[in-house]
């Protein structure tokens, strides 16, 4: 798959919205002396997790639609190897938590599994949940088209109301968990269960972005699209309507309220923030010379890699009381540049390291179409 830059771009700025947001709930921060701006920040901060939800689906769909076609199977291994990646990448986390923080050996040994909470390691949870079921959406999709993400979309929140039943039966001992999947209990936001909705919008997006050789498919896609977006619009309209916009952005920005309660409104803004985001990166893009994202660009490759250095430096550099936002953002840029420091670190050793395949190949010499004849320009006798 060729790369899509301004994609790496995205990625880049969703997962340094990731680590601002991670860095105001690590360090305790007085909105009151900070007023508005702060109130600002944590509204652009929040479109954080749905963006790479999006972006999954994103990805999902550009590196393995295609060839999911001809061999289903080889596919779904890369997928799963994926999701291990990433639980690899969640037990680091849990790991430093428990050398970081007061968490015991028995909390850290439950979250490993999925049964006990965890700071900083949201994200990779959901994403070991849902790219084994992206290969669910993947089989959906090759046998109905795009309608079926759509149809996905739909079915999660038409399912949305029988959660209240499952969590009557659902086993005491396995809260945490079901609080994970289903949102259970209105701690836990974005469940998997309803993140479900955004990964099949984001292989929407990647199906437009890679469907252009067939003109009746994308035409498809872009109406499917177009009638996701527009119920997004309809949903946060209506809301705004009648509570008004100070209330939407107010329970947008209150974690305990949208967020943890799995509301539609929350799944929605984030859905609409994306594709701004998305437009915004595409048209800056376009009109900013390519040397000025060379950073950008080796980082953005390497997201998941950044997100974990961010989380990582933000156990090891415990927080504070940040009372003043020139700090605010003095600190965000030290966790954002030790991240891409890392990362770029990381990628270098990767590239630099000749793999076992390019150790075994040498360069041939040189055909010459037309060879010259030796003595031709020789000094000619007599």
Not at 40 to 45: E, G, I, N, V, W
Not at 316 to 338: A, D, E
């Amino acid at each position: 798959m060729n790369r899509v830059l301004y994609l790496d771009r995205f990625r880049f700025l969703v997962v340094t919205l990731a680590i601002t947001a991670h860095v105001l709930s690590t360090y305790e921060v007085r909105e009151t002396e900070l007023s508005d701006s702060v109130r600002y920040l944590y509204f652009l901060t929040r479109t954080a997790t749905p963006s790479l939800l999006v972006l999954l689906g994103i990805m999902v769909q550009l590196v393995y639609a295609r060839p999911f076609t001809s061999d289903a199977r080889n596919v779904a291994k890369r997928i799963l190897y994926r999701s291990l990646q990433c639980y690899l990448a969640f037990l680091v986390i849990v790991i430093l938590n428990f050398l970081m923080t007061d968490q015991d050996a028995a909390h850290t040994l439950y979250a490993s599994a999925f049964l006990a909470r965890v700071s900083n390691g949201t994200i990779f949870q959901l994403y070991v949940l849902l790219l084994p079921i992206t290969i669910a959406l993947l089989w959906a999709q090759r046998a109905w088209g795009p309608s079926s993400l759509a149809a996905a979309i739909v079915l999660v929140w038409l399912a949305d109301p029988l959660l209240s039943t499952v969590a009557e039966v659902w086993p005491a001992r396995l809260a945490e968990l079901g609080e994970i999947l289903f949102g259970h209990g209105g701690h836990w936001g974005p469940s998997a269960f309803h993140g479900i909705s955004l990964v099949a919008a984001g292989m929407l997006i990647g199906a437009v972005f890679s469907g252009r050789d067939n003109l009746h498919k994308l035409k498809v896609e872009l109406l499917t699209l177009c009638g996701v977006t527009l119920l997004a619009l309809v949903i946060v309209g209506s809301y705004i309507l009648q509570e008004g916009a100070h209330s939407f952005a107010g329970s947008i920005v209150h974690f305990g309220l949208f967020r943890s309660n799995n509301e539609i409104e929350y799944y929605a803004y984030g859905w609409i923030a994306v594709l701004v985001l998305l437009g915004g990166t595409k048209i800056v893009s376009s009109y900013v010379p390519e040397r000025y994202f060379y950073l950008v660009d080796r980082i953005g490759a390497y997201t998941l890699t950044y997100f974990l250095f961010g989380e990582i430096f933000m156990l090891i550099f415990p927080g504070g009381v940040i009372s003043q936002f020139p700090l605010l953002v003095l600190i965000v840029l030290g966790y954002v540049g030790l991240a891409g420091c890392a990362t770029l670190v990381v990628r270098h050793v990767r590239e630099g390291r000749p793999s076992r395949h390019e150790n075994l190949k040498r360069p041939e010499p040189p055909v010459r179409s037309n060879p010259v004849p030796r003595n031709q320009f020789s000094k000619r006798s007599g």
